[in-house]
């Protein structure tokens, strides 16, 4: 027993020497830690970023001197290569500054990247293009994000309002030129999110596509009124445009569309093989070396549509070439569209812009700036008693599509313009649709619900 006690008094007890030591020790391993962890700090701080860093992804490029304004945070493995930076220095083109309303503009800005305007799509769904009318949740959504007002989704509901009382006992609208009208009628409808499955105006919408069907049937695919007058290329066109949209929009439905597929079918043959020498169309689908710009535009929104259907048409591609070919060599030398020769008519700048975005915007690019600068520079500062509603349906398309300051001084002018002369029951008038005859005021309408649809009903352009 007397062994253990020098080891039990030895543990409690260790030397002053070893204490010391141990203490010393314990110091100097606390500060290579520390010195090694500072060293980690600065290592990873100059290194690349893990799979796992948090991305800003920035909506735009604020002026310098400013925080940018960040829209989300997106980890690093799902953050899309962005596209290469698309600015344009204005002095290189001449006045393409584009200023916008109450705002000083720099001389170098960065203007929005055009994009097609339809994509998606091809049997997997609602295509990508139209999935933002689809609710009023995401219509709101898109339209004050684009700019648009809050009483817009109201101004468009009146009007839909006013189209569902005036439609006639056969499913049509208007009475002049009843299947131009009917093809717009039920583009105002789809262009709001309403398909024949629709709650609300699903019956209008069925009774519409009915009457261009029927027609179609009784005319060998040719939908017009008049079949042998100068106005039955627009009708056809624009009937064959809505039969488009909507197969596009409808066939994951219940309804039965095969009158529709065979109707639209027929119409793209019509306008495929009506086609002109120089790319364009004229007038009863004649053979000629020309076109007529206000006809083809029509024309060429029908085959986008075509396009976006994914119904076969073997020479389509080839067809949509020549009719870009077209558009361009009716550019005039301030760079804007004529009617059956090259020209600057602001009236018609319009249809020739918004037909180079469809087909191939970045190639187009310089052209289309110049397009929209004669737009603006002729309607910028218009008023509603000066305006053109056909012209302006086609130039708030455009500026739409290409986005940055074009669209915002645009959008600055038509759309408090539209919304302070609308009528109490919802429909529009202008002297500028006398051109439709009796159907003046549904023509004014349509265009103008078409207008207010456009932060909706499109897909909007990416900004940089």
Known sequence: MESEAPFTTAAKAPPRPFVRYFAAALLLALALHLLLLVFLAVVVDLGPPSSLAAIQVFTQAEPSGQNPKVSKTLPADEMAVPPPPQILDASVHGALSLPMPQRTVSPVMKLGEAKPIFHGGGGLGLPLAMRSRSSMESRMKRLLERGGLPGTEGAVQRALDWLESVQNEDGSWGK?????????????????????????????????VQFLTEVSAKNAGLMSTVPRSNGACYEHGIATYALGEVYAMARFGQKNLGPVV?????????????????????????PGPKGDMSVTGWQYQALKAARQTRLNFPTLEKQIQKTERFLLNMRGPRGGFGYQDPADSAALTGVGVLGLQMFNPQDHRLAIIEGLQLILDAYGRKKWAGADVYAWYYNT???FNFGGAAWERWNAVFQRELLQNQQLDGHWRHASAGKAKFDSDLFCTVLCTLMLEVYYRYQPPATH
Not at 181 to 197: I, S
Not at 268 to 276: A, E, K
């Open 176 to 208: 002049t030129f009843k299947v131009a009208m009917t093809g717009f009628a039920v583009l105002c409808f789809l262009g709001h999110g309403d398909t024949p499955d629709s709650a609300e105006y699903g019956r209008q919408v069925t009774r519409g």
């Open 262 to 286: 065979e109707a639209f079918d027929r119409g793209v043959r019509v306008i495929l093989q009506g086609q002109t020498e120089a790319g364009g169309w004229l007038y009863n689908y004649a």
């Open 397 to 399: 398309q455009a500026t």
